[in-house]
């Protein structure tokens, strides 16, 4: 029987939670069937981040991020829908970055993320359906209409500890962020042993690119 993760397990600093939510497993429920994810990749927001959308103030649109921590925050990026998560702290929060398919030999259901995250030319592959913020989101149909500024739904939309915990994390900058917002800070973490699904692999990049690892007894 699924366990949904508590409130207060997502009270905690922005850092600390984006570690912890690796391993997690989100499931949404699509029609009949419950869609599955495990998180491969996390970044950590805060409010003094010049690159966090709570630093420029806040809005109705932006009031997610300033709710109890818990709180699902949703925005579109480049076209696609993303999903954060709102933790300790007003205006601080933790990006889901990439996942992998849990019970990945689930043909029906990988066939179904598959009809919801298509690729352009051929199909997409089970270690690249949600290879990013919103590959993720479109594989496990999550909408920011329908999940902006909302909690948890245990019937609709959760994430669940299923005991599962990273080896080694990987530590880096986190991605897409403009010169002179804070590009430089260390708050994007990787599951060392799924690094080849994640966004954007840190260890092959040709230009260097600062990462370091942390051992399970770290984290």
């Not at 499931?27 to 927001?45: F, G, N, P, V």
């Not at 919801?116 to 270690?127: E, F, Q, T």
């Not at 042993?193 to 260097?208: F, G, I, M």
Request: glycine fraction near 6%; proline fraction near 5%.
């Amino acid at each position: 029987m699924s366990k949904p993760l508590p409130k207060k397990f997502f009270h905690q600093d922005a850092q600390i939670l984006a570690k912890q939510l690796i391993g997690k497993v989100m499931r949404s429920k699509y029609h009949d069937m419950w869609l599955s994810a495990q998180i491969i990749e996390t970044e950590a927001y805060y409010l003094a981040d010049k690159s966090s959308h709570a630093s420029l103030g806040f809005t109705e649109k932006r009031s997610a991020l300033f709710m109890p921590a818990g709180t699902i925050y949703m925005y579109y990026s480049r076209a696609g829908d993303s999903l954060n998560i709102s933790c300790k702290g007003k205006g601080n929060a933790v990006l889901v970055k990439s996942a992998v398919p849990y019970f990945d030999d689930n043909a029906q259901m990988i066939e179904m993320m598959r009809q919801l995250n298509p690729a352009k030319n051929g199909v997409r592959s089970i270690n690249k359906l949600c290879a990013g913020q919103t590959l993720l989101c479109r594989a496990l149909n999550l909408k920011v209409k329908e999940w902006d500024q909302q909690p948890f739904d245990p019937k609709r939309f959760f994430i669940e500890d299923v005991g599962y915990q990273p080896n080694t994390l990987i530590q880096t900058t986190r991605l897409g962020i403009s010169e002179g917002r804070d590009e430089d800070l260390p708050y994007r973490f990787i599951d060392y042993d799924y690094v080849d699904s994640c966004t954007s692999n840190p260890l092959r990049k040709k230009k260097e690119v600062f990462w370091t690892l942390i051992p399970a007894s770290d984290l």
